[in-house]
Structure formats: C-alpha cells, structure tokens
C-alpha cells in the first residue's frame, strides 16, 4: 500500500478547507486519494517509469467493478481533481521560489499543465496524468508491526457495498483483528494461504473453537482476501479442523411458553408472542413497521431477514386485537413526533434520498418504537430507532428466571420452540422450512431432535394400513 507523504497530504487538506469541503467528508477524500495513487502505482507501474501515463477512466471503472455507488464515484472524482490542482499550487509555489525551472519540473506536476492554474471547467483530468513519485512513497512491507487501518476501512467499505448487516462487518472484524493478532501485523502484501492454515489450526488446536465459529473464521478471511486484498484464495487443505458437534436446541413446552409470556410487561409480551407464534428471529421483529402487517389478508410480511431475505407468514388470529392496539401506540407517538417537528424514522438504504417525506409517514413507522429519540452525527436532527434487541433479552431473562424453568431459554428459544411443536403437530417439513425462512432443509431438520417421533417405522405393506 503506497502512502502519501505528510506535504502533499497538508497541500491536500488546504486545498479541502478552501474548496469548503465539509470535515466530516474530508477523511473519504483522502481515502479516494490514497487509492487512486495505489490504483495507478498498482497497474501503470509509475513507480518505475514517471513517464508512464493514465487517465482517469480506468480508475473509474475499477470503482465500478466493485460496486461503488454514482455519489461515491462523483465524490472519488471531485477528491482527484483537487488533487491534481494541489500539486499545480505546490508547482507554482516552488517556481516563485526558484526551487524548480522549466527544464527540470517538478515531479509533482501532473504532465501538460506547466505553470497553468486549473480552469474552472478542469473537474477532471481529462487527459492522461503521470503519478509524481514524490508525492507517494513505498513503504518497506514489514513482517511485523504494520499499520492495518487501511485493510479495515476498505473491509466496511466492502461490507457496505454490498449491504450486509452491521452483524456481519462485526463478525469480520473481529476476526481480522484476531487474524492480525496472529500474525503479529505482517504487511498485507506478504499475507498468503500459509497465514491463513496457520491462523485456522491456530484457532481449532489452541483457542479450541467451536466448529461454527471456525467456518465463521474461514468466511471472514475468504472475504478479506477476494474483496479488500483482492489475492486468490486456495484450497484449505491440511488445516486441523474444529469437531463438530451434534447440537440440539432447547425447547419450551407449551405450558411453559404462556408462563414466561406472563411475567413479560408490555409491549415484551407482544414481543414475545410473535417470535413464538411466527417463528420470528428476534431482529426480524423488532424491524417490522407498520406497513408490514396486512390485517385483511392476515399476513404478516418479514423484509431483509437473515440473508436479506423476505417471506411472508400467517399472522396468528389470537393477536389481532393485540397488534391493532399496537399500531394504535404507534399512530399517537406518531402524532406527537410529527408535532415536535423531528425527522421521522431510519429508513433502510439509499430510502431516505429517494424518497424524502417517507421517515414521517405513518406506514414506514416501527411497529416497536423506541422510547428516546437519537440525535443524527453531524446534524440537529432527531430520528426514532425501533426498540433496541438488549432490552427484550433482559425482559426474557428476568422473565425465565422468575418462572423458575431449569432451561437456557433465550429469545430465540421461541423460534425453536414455533418449529418443534409445529413439527409434532405433523405440519409437513418442507412447509416449517419455509416458515422459517431456512434455504437448506439440513437447518431444520435439527428440530427433529427435540420432539418425540410420531412416524410409522415399522415396515408395513400399503395393503395392509
């Protein structure tokens, strides 16, 4: 990774502060520099040669390539043609003080434009621009000790792109910072297919990790090395492998169910009863809105589930009243937000931008609201958040433990328990593992397990049933 040296990225950071470039953006737009000189040094090899040219174009497609956003790419630009104009000011800086001469330029002017100030219409580069070697220098790649903010950056920036959840980006960080560790920060250029056997035997022989968070190891390291280092990623062979283990889940009965859902307050037993009665993932219901709920059909509809998936479910006839009155709540808090003049909801993606009025209509409000406000970074606008996942796990906690049920219930101990019993109920597998929103029958097929089996094993003939 080239790194800029601490003059151009001054001369870099005037330029910012004069073109009146927001400070928080001005991070981005050093991250698009350092890139661009990374793109150029990487395929043009101007390190060797300054004659060597390249226009813009290229890079621009290379964004592409990976999924960058039209405001990203328009910000990448605008970032690059300040820069070019940067180095014309430090050109011009250094020919006032007789540093330079026309017959020996300074290699941080861009070629075709000696001692010529940018015109307002130069955005960009238009024609090809040789890379000034001493605006970047090559830093020594260490086996240890090197500076990995860059891998992570480009590692969310990945992640986001392609919009996987905040839990994901967590997940992988955690494990890069844990594959870092391992090797002692090495340069990213000198990571290969050795670190990584290395670091999964590491974590199975030494750490003793469960199987499930191996593979999870494996996936995060999969995605660093062909999204952000963009190196072939081999065969894993001769990696000591963590020993999966047979898991079964635990199960409430039914009895057992109604009595944690007694001891929950509102609005945690509605909560509570629709993990239970839909089979819902915890987030999967604390992101439902208003919109969500069809009580005509009575279906209720799950958007970007796990895998980003959506699925629609029976809504259960026994919560109608309950979930009505809920969006009652919801439309009087409504009201009162709309009358102290705050921004509305957080809308998913680009929605906000596209649609500008939707964060204060009714249909995109959280069907479980948070009580407080958050204030938006940067700006004195205040949103409303659905209810936050840590205090219906201590409802359920608190609730499990006056019951006094000798079980490691948890929220998702309703989940399991909607697919067992709709197993011995002799509801087909095949219609659980939609409900569920499962993409391979294996998944569900662990709910085998937990309930008593109630097929036919003995070998009959069909005559004699």
């Known amino acids: 990774m080239l790194t800029v040296t601490a003059s151009l990225r001054q001369a870099f950071e005037a330029q910012l502060g004069q073109r009146n470039v927001p400070d928080q953006q001005r991070r981005d737009f050093h991250k698009w520099l350092r890139f661009y ?51 014309g000011v430090i050109k011009s800086t250094q020919s006032t003080s007789g540093n330079s001469s026309a017959k020996n330029p300074s290699p941080l002017v861009a070629s075709g434009t000696p001692n010529q100030a940018p015109s307002k219409q130069a955005d960009l580069p238009t024609a090809k621009h040789a890379i000034p070697l001493s605006a970047v220098a ?45 090797t002692k920060s090495k340069d990213a250029g000198l ?32 995605f660093l090395f062909k999204n952000v ?34 001891l929950l307050e509102p609005p945690y037993d509605l909560i509570a009863k629709l993990l239970y009665g839909c089979g819902l993932r915890l987030f999967e219901c604390l992101k439902l809105r208003v919109q969500d709920l069809n009580f005509d059909m009575q279906v209720l509809t799950v958007h970007d589930g796990k895998g980003l998936k959506d699925r629609t479910l029976p809504m259960p006839s026994t919560l109608t009243a309950e979930l009505a009155a809920q969006v009652g709540q919801v439309a009087i808090l409504h009201e009162q937000d709309l009358a102290a003049n705050t921004a509305g909801v957080f809308l998913p993606s680009a929605l906000d931008i596209k649609y500008k009025n939707a964060a204060k209509e009714f249909a995109w409000q959280w069907l479980f609201p948070a009580k407080s406000l958050t204030l938006m970074p940067g700006s004195e606008d205040y949103r409303r958040w659905h209810l936050h996942e840590t205090h219906m796990q201590r409802a359920i906690k608190l609730a499990v433990r006056k019951s006094r049920i000798a079980k ?25 593992q939609e409900l569920l929103g499962h993409s391979d029958l294996k998944t569900t097929m662990i709910y085998t397990h937990t309930v008593p089996s109630v097929t036919i094993k003995e070998a009959k003939s069909p005559l004699d049933l």
Not at 64 to 72: E, P
């Open 191 to 222: 990571l290969g297919m050795d670190d990584v056997k290395g670091f999964l035997s590491h974590l199975a022989v030494n750490k003793q990790v469960a199987a499930s968070s191996q593979n999870q190891a494996f996936n995060a390291l999969l």
């Open 408 to 432: 490691r219930a948890s929220a998702h101990t309703f989940r399991h328990s909607f697919a067992s019993h709709l197993l011995q109920a002799n509801v087909d597998i095949r219609t659980i």
């Open 37 to 87: 000189l990374d793109f150029c040094a990487k395929y043009t090899k101007y390190t060797l040669d300054p004659k060597l040219t390249a226009s813009f174009a290229g890079f621009d497609e290379k964004l592409k390539s990976k999924g960058q956003s039209d405001a990203q790419r328009q910000q990448a630009r605008r970032s690059i043609a300040i820069y070019y104009r940067t180095i």
């Open 229 to 262: 280092l963009q190196k072939e990623f081999g065969k894993v062979e001769g990696v000591v492998r963590a020993k999966r283990r047979p898991y079964i889940p635990v199960v409430l009965s039914r009895p057992e169910v109604d009595r944690v859902i007694g």
């Open 138 to 182: 090559t830093e020594p790649r260490k086996l240890t000790g090197s500076n990995w903010e860059a891998i992570y950056e480009q590692l969310k920036n990945a992640i986001k792109v392609r919009h996987y959840s905040n839990k994901t980006w967590q997940a992988y960080r955690y494990w890069l910072q844990q594959f870092q560790t391992f």
